[in-house]
């Protein structure tokens, strides 16, 4: 990651200073923006899939793991959110826009995922909490990949937001080899440090469980 | 100096935060799954 960090700041911008809205600089962020919101899909698809085997098999450690994964994409998600943001203010003046298709969808998104915890947290009984949630989540997996990926490259017309930064609508990949090597560096490494975050948050999880059932009452 | 290297040294020193912070807890977590299984 300090590699990743180093060569996107020292190398030339992503984008050429006569092509870019506002300063050049700022389309750095580039190489961690996409790669936060690339991880926060991959985490709500991830949690689908153990919310599908939870209702398969009614086993409470796939409940855990689809939580665990919508807590970290609900957390990428967020920060993708801050980088978009900032990059908003520095290239369309300011940073929030109603009518930016990108931001909307986002800010839906984060809705529905926090109303997906305020359900959790507000029923008492497991079994019910970790079925409910099991069907919320694939439901939502299911919009947050609509959001993300479909919407907004369905109405470009209400996007000011850069389409073609990665691929073209031809499929091709539109970056010099320098930009393609951070940028899928980037994204090789944020997903690195995704299984990691998660692998440790999972084994958190089931310690703090095992301590709650050691706990006498 | 050039305001990208600010902006790098400031990323680089909170990305070693993060990372140092999750290290810790990688050990944390590999003591209480040993204490467990003891």
């Not at chain 1, 994964?69 to 003046?93: E, N, P």
């Not at chain 1, 907004?152 to 031809?170: E, K, L, M, N, W």
């Not at chain 2, 003591?31 to 467990?36: A, G, I, M, T």
Request: glycine fraction near 4%; aromatic fraction near 14%.
């Amino acid at each position: 990651m300090s590699a990743i960090i180093i060569a996107a700041f020292v190398t030339p911008s992503p984008m050429s200073p006569f092509n870019s809205l506002g300063d050049a600089e700022v389309y750095r962020i580039f190489y961690f923006h996409v790669p936060q919101a690339w991880v926060a899909a991959l985490a709500f698809v991830i949690s689908m899939y153990f919310s599908i085997r939870f209702l398969q098999k009614k086993d409470m450690d796939y409940d855990a793991r689809a939580v665990v994964a919508c807590r970290l994409g609900l957390l990428y998600a967020v920060l993708a959110t801050i980088t978009g943001s900032i990059f908003a203010k520095m290239t369309w003046g300011e940073f929030w826009n109603w009518s930016e298709i990108r931001e909307v969808s986002i800010f839906i998104l984060l809705i529905i995922y926090g109303a997906y915890f305020a359900l959790r947290s507000a029923l008492p009984d497991p079994e019910t909490r970790a079925s409910l949630s099991a069907v919320l989540s694939i439901l939502f997996a299911v919009s947050a990949i609509f959001l993300i990926f479909v919407i907004p490259r369905a109405y470009p017309a209400f996007s000011q937001h850069p389409t073609d930064s990665v691929i073209d609508s031809s499929g091709s990949i539109t970056m010099g080899p320098t930009v393609r090597l951070i940028f899928f560096g980037s994204l090789a490494t944020f997903t690195a440090l995704f299984v990691w975050i998660y692998s440790l948050a999972v084994r958190a999880e089931k310690i703090s469980k095992m301590k709650t059932l050691r706990v006498p009452k | 100096m050039n305001a990208n290297y600010v902006v790098m040294i400031v990323v680089l020193i909170i990305w070693i935060g993060i990372f140092l912070y999750l290290m810790g807890l990688d050990r944390k977590v590999k003591k209480l799954e040993d204490r467990n299984e003891a």
